[in-house]
């Protein structure tokens, strides 16, 4: 082919490369080979997964990092079926990702072809926009369409289609130049509005979410809170969006939140939400927050999917279009200073000595406070959904936004994705993850593609042998009737060093410090397997 003209699957991941793609992270299908060929030459690097389900969570937390589309490819039918949750985490979460799925040839549709399956049939209700490539000619300018509706307002999944007959066809039409992606704007009269109700409110609270934040709008935020006596809250598992070492952070809102800034939201007289909105997580079943309390959104989603409440002025503009228009404002200090008292006392572990020193048990409340005290202020933490989350959610320390990823879905599974992903996206940053043990096996397998790619996250995987949130239901719902919680497990710090990794179980709370230490020190993907009392799903005192 002439430098003019290559095939469509060529063109695809020029434009990739146009559009500063990093990694791509996948499973191979034959439904794609064209552009598996275009990337042999490529920059980007393909980072090959075990399950499509780890490859699609990886491109999940590439978008929640960086802010920049993560991307994933797949095959048709099964390879899309596994990739599907990855997609739903997106969605919900609202989290820019593309996700490139192989098709059967344009000749084979509605034929029932092997592995044939409607792309908008799967995908039409959890992402903003399924799209297939119909002409070669329009491919590269398709991907560039894909990556704009992925980070623009809302951002989310959008779903690519690919045929495979297209993808060979040639074309010498030109790349796509990126789309700017627009921040909204607060006009002059806006801001003053929202100035006289911050200034007439008794008991403001500030709360912050979504993906759409830099390091510089959180300084910019934190540093207008911290002036004006405003306390900030964090949405749930977006709490990395403020220092923690700020005063002016009073802690999160959503499951395992401290109930006396839960008592706070309910007794707000204004709610000021930033890049997030009041939904049945954060207001727990839509209970909480007083009804009566001002409210005001800035989002740059007109349609305000994610807010369920009254609104009183909506800012369309995202959290760096804000933060250039913030109104001056001053607060009295008292409301601000209880409420990061009450934060500081809730995130701090129950003391160094716990009540499994000598059994055969990890007291978890001394781990996160023995793990707290090894982690480097720029470490990225994740974990999926269970129990075990609670304990790094409400006692790990994060000094920056894009140092957390964790399912606001609620997907288990996620966690060791991530971290794999964490450790390529920032090499040379510590990277630990918090795994329970149904959440660990769910893509434990892509600890293989941390220790080929050289990828160093630390897994702790909390062994309670069984599905512990449900567990906890059952014991409220049905006391004394448990049923299809339990689990058996193996040896998962064996299981680590199957693959390479450092692996060791620690069961006693006085051996964990020497093996923090030494998973640290051991230059590669490490597993500790922690026994924890299965009766105990909580901190103490919570």
Same mark, same amino acid.
């Given at each position: 082919?002439?430098?003019?003209?290559?095939?469509?699957?060529?063109?695809?991941?020029?434009?990739?490369?146009?559009?500063?793609?990093?990694?791509?992270?996948? /499973?191979?299908?034959?439904?794609?080979?064209?552009?598996?060929?275009?990337?042999?030459?490529?920059?980007?690097?393909?980072?090959?997964?075990?399950?499509?389900?780890?490859?699609?969570?990886?491109? /999940?937390?590439?978008?929640?990092?960086?802010?920049?589309?993560?991307?994933?490819?797949?095959?048709?039918?099964?390879?899309?079926?596994?990739?599907?949750?990855?997609?739903?985490?997106?969605?919900?979460?609202?989290?820019?990702?593309?996700?490139?799925?192989?098709?059967?040839?344009?000749?084979?549709?509605?034929?029932?072809?092997?592995?044939?399956?409607?792309?908008?049939?799967?995908?039409?209700?959890?992402?903003?926009?399924?799209?297939?490539?119909?002409?070669?000619?329009?491919?590269?300018?398709?991907?560039?369409?894909?990556?704009?509706?992925?980070?623009?307002?809302?951002?989310?999944?959008?779903?690519?289609?690919?045929?495979?007959?297209?993808?060979?066809?040639?074309?010498?039409?030109?790349?796509?130049?990126?789309?700017?992606?627009?921040?909204?704007?607060?006009?002059?009269?806006?801001?003053?509005?929202?100035?006289?109700?911050?200034?007439?409110?008794?008991?403001?609270?500030?709360?912050?979410?979504?993906?759409?934040?830099?390091?510089?709008?959180?300084?910019?935020?934190?540093?207008?809170?911290?002036?004006?006596?405003?306390?900030?809250?964090?949405?749930?598992?977006?709490?990395?969006?403020?220092?923690?070492?700020?005063?002016?952070?009073?802690?999160?809102?959503?499951?395992?939140?401290?109930?006396?800034?839960?008592?706070?939201?309910?007794?707000?007289?204004?709610?000021?939400?930033?890049?997030?909105?009041?939904?049945?997580?954060?207001?727990?079943?839509?209970?909480?927050?007083?009804?009566?309390? /001002?409210?005001?959104?800035?989002?740059?989603?007109?349609?305000?999917?994610?807010?369920?409440?009254?609104?009183?002025?909506?800012?369309?503009?995202?959290?760096?279009?804000?933060?250039?228009?913030?109104?001056?404002?001053?607060?009295?200090?008292?409301?601000?200073?209880?409420?990061?008292?009450?934060?500081?006392?809730?995130?701090?572990?129950?003391?160094?000595?716990?009540?499994?020193?000598?059994?055969?048990?990890?007291?978890?409340?001394?781990?996160?406070?023995?793990?707290?005290?090894?982690?480097?202020?720029?470490?990225?933490?994740?974990?999926?959904?269970?129990?075990?989350?609670?304990?790094?959610?409400?006692?790990?320390?994060?000094?920056?936004?894009?140092?957390?990823?964790?399912?606001?879905?609620?997907?288990?599974?996620?966690?060791?994705?991530?971290?794999?992903?964490?450790?390529?996206?920032?090499?040379?940053?510590?990277?630990?993850?918090?795994?329970?043990?149904?959440?660990?096996?769910?893509?434990?397998?892509?600890?293989?593609?941390?220790?080929?790619?050289?990828?160093?996250?630390?897994?702790?995987? /909390?062994?309670?042998?069984?599905?512990?949130?449900?567990?906890?239901?059952?014991?409220?719902?049905?006391?004394?009737?448990?049923?299809?919680?339990?689990?058996?497990?193996?040896?998962?710090?064996?299981?680590?060093?199957?693959?390479?990794?450092?692996?060791?179980?620690?069961?006693?709370?006085?051996?964990?410090?020497?093996?923090?230490?030494?998973?640290?020190?051991?230059?590669?993907?490490?597993?500790?397997?922690?026994?924890?009392?299965?009766?105990?799903?909580?901190?103490?005192?919570?």
């Amino acid at each position: 082919m002439t430098a003019e003209t290559r095939t469509a699957g060529a063109a695809i991941v020029a434009q990739l490369e146009a559009l500063g793609v990093r990694r791509a992270y996948g /499973v191979p299908g034959e439904s794609y080979l064209e552009v598996l060929d275009a990337l042999h030459d490529s920059p980007i690097e393909m980072v090959v997964c075990r399950q499509e389900g780890g490859a699609g969570f990886m491109a /999940v937390a590439e978008g929640r990092l960086t802010g920049l589309p993560g991307v994933a490819m797949v095959t048709r039918g099964p390879g899309a079926a596994n990739a599907a949750i990855a997609v739903h985490t997106a969605w919900q979460d609202a989290t820019p990702m593309v996700l490139f799925v192989g098709l059967v040839p344009v000749d084979d549709r509605d034929r029932e072809s092997f592995q044939e399956f409607s792309l908008t049939g799967w995908f039409g209700s959890t992402a903003k926009r399924v799209i297939t490539v119909e002409r070669p000619d329009r491919a590269a300018a398709q991907v560039a369409e894909a990556f704009a509706v992925a980070a623009a307002g809302r951002p989310g999944p959008v779903v690519v289609g690919l045929p495979e007959d297209v993808l060979v066809e040639p074309t010498s039409a030109p790349l796509a130049a990126p789309r700017p992606i627009a921040g909204g704007a607060v006009s002059s009269a806006q801001r003053q509005a929202l100035g006289r109700m911050l200034e007439t409110a008794q008991r403001p609270l500030v709360v912050l979410g979504g993906d759409r934040w830099d390091a510089a709008s959180t300084a910019a935020v934190t540093a207008w809170a911290e002036r004006a006596e405003l306390p900030l809250v964090a949405d749930w598992r977006t709490h990395d969006v403020v220092d923690h070492d700020s005063p002016a952070y009073v802690g999160w809102l959503g499951y395992g939140r401290n109930p006396r800034l839960a008592g706070a939201f309910d007794d707000a007289d204004l709610l000021l939400f930033v890049g997030t909105g009041y939904g049945d997580v954060i207001s727990g079943g839509y209970r909480g927050g007083a009804a009566d309390a /001002v409210t005001v959104v800035v989002d740059p989603d007109p349609e305000l999917r994610i807010h369920q409440r009254r609104v009183d002025l909506h800012l369309l503009a995202d959290p760096s279009a804000f933060v250039a228009e913030l109104p001056d404002v001053a607060k009295e200090p008292d409301w601000a200073k209880q409420l990061r008292a009450a934060q500081l006392e809730f995130a701090t572990p129950g003391g160094e000595v716990g009540p499994y020193v000598d059994t055969n048990y990890v007291d978890m409340d001394v781990a996160m406070a023995q793990l707290a005290a090894r982690l480097d202020r720029d470490a990225v933490i994740t974990y999926g959904a269970g129990n075990h989350a609670v304990w790094a959610q409400r006692f790990l320390p994060h000094h920056g936004v894009g140092s957390l990823v964790a399912p606001r879905n609620g997907a288990m599974g996620i966690g060791v994705p991530a971290a794999v992903a964490a450790s390529l996206v920032h090499p040379g940053r510590q990277v630990v993850s918090i795994a329970g043990d149904g959440c660990f096996l769910m893509n434990g397998q892509e600890l293989a593609t941390a220790v080929a790619r050289g990828g160093r996250p630390l897994i702790l995987v /909390v062994d309670n042998a069984q599905y512990g949130t449900i567990r906890q239901h059952q014991e409220r719902e049905h006391p004394g009737r448990v049923s299809g919680t339990a689990l058996v497990n193996p040896d998962f710090g064996a299981y680590a060093r199957a693959f390479g990794a450092f692996g060791e179980r620690v069961s006693r709370t006085a051996d964990l410090p020497a093996a923090l230490d030494r998973a640290l020190a051991s230059g590669t993907a490490a597993v500790l397997h922690l026994d924890v009392d299965p009766a105990i799903l909580q901190p103490r005192g919570a």
